[in-house]
């Protein structure tokens, strides 16, 4: 606190927090932050800069808040998604601008597993049943449409590929930074400590390493980190 004055800097105990991020349920229990006359309250979960942090590092609260602005955003357009005044091509771009942007705030920087992904694909799918059901000309039954058919009259990308898409550019811009950049050092640095036992999480790397084998680019990326590493770094 003495110091921080010094330089300009107050900190108001009573609104400020800290978060301890370790799958140790009971790290840093004992060891609060104090400040001259009061402590700091220890919390679970915050968010900062509309990214929401838990303590071991979870996704799934910030998936949840997500999911949750693209349900908010898709109720708030419904009744321009549900009129028949609207083409198709206009429900597909109120979806791409309003709604998908919501819920894929930030999540070229995240590590998604299958299941994950999975939940997206079902909210997208939920979505673009605004195209409607479909009629037999024959019997003039209706039933809902298909994944497929709502994706041939989408006529974009699904919302994993999205993420594909946006994870390898972010990928792209973070290999041409400067090697003293945070988020380069994160990427190219080599953690001292070993992962824990079982079966571990997938890492945001893991994902870009998969993207890329897919276009046949795999080795050629894992090359230019290798290199801009063993170089003293700089632009390629």
């Not at 019997?139 to 058919?149: A, Q």
Request: include cysteine.
């Amino acid at each position: 606190m003495v110091a921080s004055k010094e330089i300009g800097l107050e900190l108001d105990a009573d609104k400020a927090r800290h978060i301890i991020m370790s799958r140790d349920q009971n790290a840093g229990r004992n060891n609060g932050i104090k400040t001259d006359n009061s402590s700091i309250e220890r919390v679970e979960h915050f968010k900062y800069s509309g990214t929401t942090f838990t303590n071991q590092n979870s996704i799934q609260e910030e998936i949840k808040s997500r999911l949750k602005s693209g349900n908010a955003g898709y109720h708030s357009v419904q009744n321009l998604l549900s009129s028949s005044l609207l083409s198709k091509n206009l429900k597909s771009k109120i979806y791409r601008t309003i709604i998908l942007r919501a819920a894929l705030y930030g999540f070229e920087a995240r590590s998604l597993t299958l299941r994950e992904e999975r939940r997206h694909r079902m909210f997208e799918n939920r979505v673009l049943s605004i195209f409607g059901p479909k009629r037999y000309e024959i019997t003039g039954e209706w039933r809902r449409l298909h994944n497929e058919e709502l994706y041939y009259l989408y006529l974009w990308p699904n919302i994993i590929c999205v993420f594909t898409s946006r994870r390898i550019r972010w990928a792209g811009h973070v290999r041409s930074m400067w090697e003293r950049r945070g988020a380069y050092r994160v990427l190219a640095g080599k953690p001292e400590r070993k992962r824990p036992r079982g079966k571990p999480r997938p890492r945001w790397e893991d994902n870009i390493k998969i993207d890329l084998q897919e276009v046949g680019w795999g080795r050629i990326w894992m090359g230019l980190i290798w290199l801009r590493t063993g170089t003293g770094g700089g632009h390629l």
